[in-house]
Nanobody, 126 residues
Framework: QLQLVESGGGLVQPGGSLRLSCTPS????????IGWFRQAPGKDREGVSC????????NYADSVKGRFTISRDNAKNTVYLQMNSLKPDDTGVYYC???????????????????WGQGTQVTVSS
């Protein structure tokens, strides 16, 4: 069973930046596509960004394009989500998820991911 651990969340002012990290519990996580999702209070969990196992393919939700960047360092077994120009609407619990297959443009569909982390809270507020 692959487990994922997210870190890097916190409280930031509007316009600020945070970098989230997602680390699989065992080496070999580089074989998995990774998706970042978020869930705001009272709302459904939505896809934010995703990356294939090699890092060559990425995808972003329209709401974060130009502000968020997903990347991975397979030597460090870690996937990152750099979040810039944060807005209050970005507030929520951010989850990373892993899949053994790359779903392309459907990578924001959470049903594609069998493995999930526990989430890290991101709060954007002045």
């Amino acid at each position: 069973q692959l487990q994922l651990v997210e870190s890097g969340g916190g409280l930031v002012q509007p316009g600020g930046s945070l970098r989230l990290s997602c680390t699989p519990s065992r080496f070999g996580g580089g074989y998995y596509a990774i998706g970042w999702f978020r869930q705001a209070p009272g709302k459904d969990r939505e896809g934010v960004s995703c990356i294939n196992s090699s890092g060559e393919n990425t995808n972003y939700a329209d709401s974060v394009k130009g502000r968020f960047t997903i990347s991975r360092d397979n030597a460090k077994n870690t996937v990152y989500l750099q979040m810039n120009s944060l807005k209050p609407d970005d507030t929520g619990v951010y989850y990373c998820a892993a899949s053994p297959t790359w779903s392309g443009t459907r990578c924001h569909d959470r049903s594609n991911y069998p493995y999930w982390g526990q989430g890290t809270q991101v709060t954007v507020s002045s």
